[in-house]
């Protein structure tokens, strides 16, 4: 049964009569690449539509190029919700849902690394490529020990800084790391993940009527199947429907 929707958080998920929906352009896996900012395609804009739906409010999206800009947005209430991972540094000032998808996150090494496991990769003179405030980089920032990170802003430019500075790794999630692999001849994935990063649904911290009606939603999207129709109609390889909570 569809989680049912009351007055209080109505109002909190949309309080000028719209629901403003961040959408980070950067993550391919759940924005469709190169959907028009305001009109995105993918898994995360078919589930936002569906939210405003069961809500009983229109939906409006506002788009951007990177995930600490939508984090902001989020903390900031500049939008009502924002797709976007669920790390423990944005759950101090973001309220999120439980994870609708795993994504898993490894690194990428040139050609000729020597470099051969995932442990290798945080030693002293280890250069790692990144978006900058994604949500494996705030991974990364508490986890290693050794290893420099290099911040880009946003996956395409972590992945164009990763070539231009031949630096050792470029961490990023799997499915898009398989993709610069194909572009680069000689470099190798490494086996196994890093971490997988918990898609979520987030609010902000105060609105907690509208956080708890997305972790409802997220469960019924999950429990009942949407979840995986949209990872297949959309084709994205290499993710994980997240577990019941």
Known sequence: MQPQISPDARAELAPGGKLRV??????FLIVTPGSPFG?????????ALELGKRAGVPVQFLSFDAAGKLADAVKNAQVDVGFLGNEPQRADVIAFS???????????????????????????GVRVAVSARSAYDLYLTRNLKHAQLVRAEGIPASAKLFVAD??????????????????LPGSRLLDGQVTAVQQSIGAPKNRQAAAAY???FVE??????????????????????APPA
């Open 166 to 183: 031949k630096l050792e790794a470029l961490a990023g999630l799997k499915p898009g790391l398989m993709e610069e692999a194909r572009k």
């Open 214 to 216: 997305l972790r409802g």
């Open 98 to 124: 439980p994870a609708y998808l795993e994504l898993p996150v490894t690194y990428l090494v040139p050609a000729g690394s020597p470099i051969a496991k995932l442990e290798e990769v945080d030693r002293e």
């Open 220 to 241: 019924d999207v999950k429990r009942s199947g949407m979840v995986r129709r949209l990872v297949e109609s959309h084709g994205v390889k290499g993710v994980n429907v």
């Open 22 to 27: 961040g959408i980070n352009h950067s993550n």
């Open 39 to 47: 009109a995105p395609k993918g898994i995360a804009p078919e589930l």
